[in-house]
DNA sequence: CATGTTCCCTAACAATTGTTAGACAAATAT
DNA sequence: ATATTTGTCTAACAATTGTTAGGGAACATG
């Protein structure tokens, strides 16, 4: 087991685990060494401390984050194509590392103060991808005129909420579960009453 | 401040502030205790423990988003009616007591395993409550037949993200949130074809 | 006045925490 | 073969954790 590469890796994916499962302040140490079969003592060779580890899987989801949302916003389609390959992506970046996003959406809170602050920009900067996105429909017309931060809120927080369901053997693809998502936050509940154009690629 | 009448209420209130501020397991008891201008040991007279403070707070708020989502069902209403009024419900309890439903809603992990289980089944009761609701509209044709899974965990995460921006010297009342809320479920993003029929009482 | 209850205190405990120092073995480079 | 780097170990540290024991002041009740 030692002396594989990318043993940093290992131990932030290890962590990354355990943070979720526990929680970042209930997670020891110790915890993730025994998950690794080392001694805790081991773990600081590559890391400077449990800090450090939070703050490296934070910014660097952080990071894919916000180059998803870039990368949506730079190509250009109308409001809705964008809207759902926004949520697309991000669908795909939780279900490919649930671990890691998790850390990122619920733990970040730990994090000390310095980098907290740092951090927060960064989350606001992805929900500005977002809410640009709302705006840019509600001009063109093609979304009805809500108040943006309301649905971006909306959008967002059932977004993440995938990431307490998803189990990577279910039925459902993340392209599937973008489609639903995107369908109902698009075409609401209540039923319509005339025939439904729905989305023309 | 000591001898006031329930002091056992207090140091509930005092942990749930706490609790949802740092987490459950970051919160000390000492920090409890300071906050009160009280020494540690002094809570021992009125809890058995720190989890059973996690236990109360947990249990005493599922009770009451069950009961809120029983009165729904309860008094006849369609289905749109009820789910607007089961989302209200759920608004009022969220702003109306911030601190515990924040416990309720993120710090139940914490519990003690046997505890975890029974609170499960709550909280499994009041995602059933919000899932027979749309069942319901479905049947009576007046929802979108969506798979209602993903409709009830949708408008669930939408209306529990309330809790991280609400603030109760904002300028939206607990109503007009719901009201907006509920738009957004029903109506959805995309505009419409012909006018919206609206929510007729 | 005596008695009991309520509430809080000081002091201490065993356990667990993140972290450091220093040694030893294996792999790699010279 | 020798030297160096890399990865781990044991042992220990100071601090913090939840919790208990025992005592004392304030108060109400008899």
Known sequence: MPNTPNRKAQILQTAATLFRERGYQAAS?????????????????????????????????????????????????????????????????????????????????????AALNEFLVLRNQYESGFNQIVKEGIEEDIFDSIEPKFAVLSILSSVNWINEWYKPDGKMSPGEIAKNISDFILGGLRKKLVTDPGYQP
Chains 1, 2 share one sequence.
């Open 29 to 113: 140490m110790r915890d993730i060494a025994t998950a690794m079969h080392i001694e805790a003592a081991s773990l600081y060779h590559h890391i400077k401390s449990k800090e450090e580890i939070l703050e490296i899987i934070c910014f660097d989801m952080a990071e894919q984050f916000i180059a998803a949302i870039a990368e949506v916003n730079d190509i250009y389609f109308n409001a809705e194509e964008k809207l759902r390959m926004a949520i697309l992506n991000h669908v795909k970046l939780i279900t490919q590392n649930q671990e890691r996003s998790a850390v990122f959406l619920h733990e970040w809170r730990s994090l000390p103060a």
